[in-house]
């Protein structure tokens, strides 16, 4: 039996909580968008043909 | 965790993170956003606040800070993993000069970071492999590690 390997705890002080941070307000560049989106494609194919390939 | 880091603002959903990278020559708002794809992957972004609102994964603003921005992503990575354990984050340089930066973080730190994580490495052609030091990759797979109880 495994668990996640406990992670260092990050102290309060280091930050806040901010209610105005959504994700959805943000924009992207749209060379920042066609990179993101390249990078998506790349690694699921990729795990996709690993699954495929374990799957054989 | 000694290392000097910026103070952040985080999402209630630890999924955006901003700070701003501070020097005696300008200040700029740096963004980190963990995106939901599909299923378990996450896209770890991590850019510039351009002066329009739109965040830019290209930018390379060299503030003379970069241990201390990179201390501080490391612990949005710390918070992210936190409140999604299971999940797995997929990023890539957005430009060469990008990709060569990750690659040396990840060397730089491969002693601390492998404590916690897997890091994989995606070549051009597709090949899968446990991270290496000095080989060039295109994109890059972390999850959190487990061990056995």
Do not use: C
Not at chain 1, 8 to 33: A, F, G, M, Q
């Amino acid at each position: 039996m495994s668990k996640y390997k406990i992670l260092p705890k990050v102290s309060k002080s280091d930050y806040e909580i901010s209610e105005e941070l959504d994700i959805n307000k943000y924009k992207l560049t749209e060379e920042s968008r066609e990179f993101r989106d390249k990078i998506v494609d790349f690694i699921t194919k990729q795990k996709l043909n690993h699954k495929n390939l374990v799957s054989v | 965790m000694e290392k000097p880091s910026y103070h952040f603002k985080v999402s209630p959903d630890a999924l955006v993170y901003e700070f701003d990278s501070i020097s005696s020559e300008k200040t700029i708002r740096k963004i980190v956003i963990y995106e939901p794809l599909k299923d378990e992957l996450f896209h770890f972004g991590f850019g510039d606040l351009t002066p329009n609102g739109d965040i830019d994964y290209k930018a390379n603003s060299k503030n003379q800070d970069m241990d201390k921005v990179i201390m501080t992503v490391v612990k949005t990575m710390f918070l992210f993993f936190e409140n999604y354990p299971d999940k797995q984050l997929v990023f890539g340089g957005s430009t060469e000069i990008r990709s060569r930066w990750y690659r040396q973080i990840i060397t730089k730190f491969i002693e601390n970071i492998e404590l916690y994580f897997e890091v994989q490495g995606f070549t051009t052609d597709g090949e899968q492999e446990p991270f290496r030091e000095n080989r060039d990759y295109y994109a890059f797979l972390i999850s959190q590690k487990h061990e056995q109880i």
